[in-house]
C-alpha cells in the first residue's frame, strides 16, 4: 500500500495507472475510519482494479463554529485498516497543498444545496463539491463510491459529476449501523454513555415514518409531527431539522405518493447527528425492524 501526501504526486501516480489501463475507484473519506467506511473500499474494491482511499478533513467544508479543529484523526489505526481492507493508495494531503494562500476558486450548486444540511450548514456544500472536484481532478476514477449516510451529498455529488461532465460513475453505499440501529459515523465517539443511549432516538423517529407509511399514511406533516413529538421526549436531544423531501429534487414533498427521502439532523447535546430513510424502503438505509 502507497501512502501519497502531494497533489501532484497523486495526479502523477493517477495519470500512469490510466495509461496503463486500470480502473481507479477512489473512497473520498475524512479519516478516523469506521466499517461505513470499510463498506465502501469493498465496493470500489468489486468495480476497480486499484483503490484510492483520500483522508482529508476538508476545512471548506467546516463552519467558523464547527469541529474542525477537534474532528477526530488517527492516521495510524486508518492505515492499518486500509492495508487490511486491501487499499491500494492512501492519499493523505496536508490542508496547505490542497489549499493554498492564493486559492480563489470554489464549486457551488444552487437548488439542491439550499435545503436540510445546506440550510443549518451555510458553505458546508460548497467546501464539498470544491474538494471533492479536486479530488477527482488528483485521482482520476472511474468510480468514486459515497454513503447514503450523507444522502443530500451524495445527490449533490451526481448532480456535480452530470453538471460539470465528470467521467466519473458515482456509486452509492448503504448505511452501516451499529448493532443497536446508530448509524456508524466518526462523530458518534463525541457521544457520552448517556447520550449515546439517547441517539437512538433518530433512529427510532426513522421507524415511526416508516410505521406510518405501511399503515397507509401520505401526509408528510402528520408524519414529521409524529418523529418529532418522540424526538421531543429525549432530555438531551434538540431537532436541527425533519424533512420529507422528493428523492431527485430533494423539494419538500407535502404527500409521500411518489419516492421520497425522509431525512433529519438532531443535537444530542452538542454533537449534529443526521440520518434518513428512503420510502419506498430499498434496502439502502438498512433500517432495522
Ligand atoms: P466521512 O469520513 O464521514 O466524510 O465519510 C466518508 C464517506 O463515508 C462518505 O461518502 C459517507 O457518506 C460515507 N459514510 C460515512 N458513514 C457511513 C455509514 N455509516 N454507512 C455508509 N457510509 C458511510
Known sequence: MKIITLPLDMQKTALA??????????????????????????????????????????????????????????FERDRALCKT?????????????????????????????????????PGHFRGVLTVVAKLFNLTLPDIA??????????????????????????????????SDGLAKSSRNMYLSPAER????????????????????????????AAMKAGIEQIPSARVDYIAIVDRDTLHSAPRLDTPVLVALAVYIGKTRLIDNLTL??????????
Open 145 to 178: 463510491v459515497f454513503g447514503q449516510k450523507d444522502a443530500q451529498q451524495a445527490r449533490l455529488i451526481q448532480q456535480m459529476t452530470h453538471n460539470l461532465n465528470f467521467p466519473v460513475t458515482i456509486v452509492l453505499a448503504p448505511i452501516i449501523r451499529e
Open 280 to 289: 419506498p424502503d430499498d434496502a439502502l438505509s438498512n433500517l432495522p425492524e
Open 85 to 121: 481492507a486491501g487499499v491500494d493508495i492512501i492519499f493523505n494531503p496536508a490542508p496547505e497543498a490542497m489549499y493554498s494562500s492564493r486559492y480563489s476558486v470554489y464549486v457551488e450548486e444552487n437548488v439542491l444545496s439550499k435545503g436540510l444540511c445546506g440550510a443549518s450548514r
Open 17 to 74: 495507472l490510466r495509461r496503463a489501463g486500470k480502473r481507479i475507484g477512489l473512497v473520498p473519506t475524512m479519516g478516523f475510519l469506521h466499517e461505513g467506511h470499510l463498506s465502501l473500499i469493498k465496493l470500489a474494491r468489486l468495480q476497480a482494479d486499484v483503490v484510492v482511499l483520500s483522508i482529508f478533513v476538508n476545512p471548506t467544508q467546516f463552519g467558523p463554529n464547527e469541529d474542525f479543529s477537534r474532528y477526530p484523526r488517527d
Open 197 to 224: 443511549r439517547e441517539a437512538l432516538c433518530l433512529q427510532q423517529a426513522l421507524q415511526t415514518a416508516r410505521r406510518l407509511y405501511h399503515e397507509g399514511e401520505r401526509d408528510a406533516q402528520r408524519i414529521i
